[in-house]
């Protein structure tokens, strides 16, 4: 399993930044009730992991999709098999603003009825790339990147699990990128050069 799958968030208290946005969907959690919501902010910054934990939280099915390559048969599928049930579906649309006029026009009366939860990621803002219906029917969330002190951290997790040692010029070289999925990534492989330590030398092997 990928350093990234072995050290996703599991429950709200793991995940790293995006304090605010924590406590109102820790209320959300504690009253049960869950909007239509658009995160949007830069890549690595957790959007895709939050929406996960949201879905546990919430104990709902969670569905994800791509907005390059959404079909909205499969949404229709979907929603039929939750015709009768008193649970509705979590449908996660990453990189939504990738829809189309015509499919985001489709998701406005599923919102509406609440037959699905709708949460949306992008990368970009939404108030120039989405829908006023699509935004209207839900709260927008900006996720900001993450800080030298939360990639420490995630960094020191992943110390402590896989038993490395580390250059203090390597560590500095990882905590520039304010991207957790990218840090975790060059981990991984930089770990496969030499798995006892990493240095700044062989991280720029693999990303100069």
Do not use: C, W
Request: net charge positive; aromatic share 12%.
């Amino acid at each position: 399993m990928s350093l990234a799958l072995t050290f996703r968030p599991k429950n709200f208290d793991d995940i790293l930044g995006q304090y605010e946005l924590i406590e109102i969907f820790k209320k959300f959690t504690a009253l049960q009730k869950l909007p239509h919501s658009i995160f949007f902010g830069t890549a690595g910054s957790g959007k895709t992991t939050f929406a996960r934990v949201v879905a546990k939280e919430f104990g709902l099915d969670f569905y994800e999709f791509d907005g390059g390559n959404f079909k909205l048969e499969e949404l229709r599928k979907i929603l039929d098999n939750y015709k009768n049930s008193l649970y509705k579906p979590l449908i996660f649309i990453d990189e939504i603003h990738r829809l189309s006029k015509t499919q985001q026009e489709m998701l406005l009366i599923p919102m509406e009825n609440y037959r699905l939860i709708l949460i949306g990621a992008s990368t970009e803002n939404p108030y120039f790339v989405l829908s006023s219906g699509i935004r209207s029917r839900s709260m927008l969330f900006e996720f900001k990147s993450l800080g030298v002190k939360e990639l420490e951290t995630l960094l020191l997790r992943v110390q402590e699990k896989m038993k490395f040692s580390i250059d203090k010029e390597a560590k500095d070289f990882l905590l520039k990128s304010a991207d957790a999925r990218a840090m975790l990534n060059l981990l991984e492989f930089v770990l496969v050069l030499d798995e006892k330590h990493i240095s700044l030398e062989n991280l720029k092997k693999l990303r100069n």
